[in-house]
Nanobody, 113 residues
Framework: QGKLVESGGGLAQPGGSARLSCAASGMSVRVNRINWYRQAPGKQRELVASISSGGITNYDDSVKGRFTISKDNAKNTVYLQMNSLKPEDTAVYYC???????WGQGTLVTVSS
């Protein structure tokens, strides 16, 4: 059974940046699609970005141009670089492999001055 572990959350200022990491074990990001989801307080979990096994990326309109998903196959890790952060980006961020379904424990990003 694969495992995903997120890191890199914390407090960031509006307009600032943060980088989240999703380290995989027992599975390979080289051959699996990996998604980043987020869930803000009182809201449903939403898909933010995804990267296919071949490196094709997709983004929700709310983060397009500000967030970048990437991966390092050698480190078996997927990243989410978040720039120009807004208070509405505050959420718990989860990485996910959809098939078979694996979820990380989540990492909290708070954007506040």
């Amino acid at each position: 059974q694969g495992k995903l572990v997120e890191s890199g959350g914390g407090l960031a200022q509006p307009g600032g940046s943060a980088r989240l990491s999703c380290a995989a074990s027992g599975m390979s990001v080289r051959v699996n699609r990996i998604n980043w989801y987020r869930q803000a307080p009182g809201k449903q979990r939403e898909l933010v970005a995804s990267i296919s096994s071949g490196g094709i990326t997709n983004y929700d309109d709310s983060v397009k141009g500000r967030f970048t998903i990437s991966k390092d196959n050698a480190k078996n890790t997927v990243y989410l670089q978040m720039n120009s952060l807004k208070p509405e980006d505050t959420a718990v961020y989860y990485c996910n492999a959809p098939v078979p379904a694996v979820w990380g424990q989540g990492t909290l990003v708070t954007v506040s001055s």
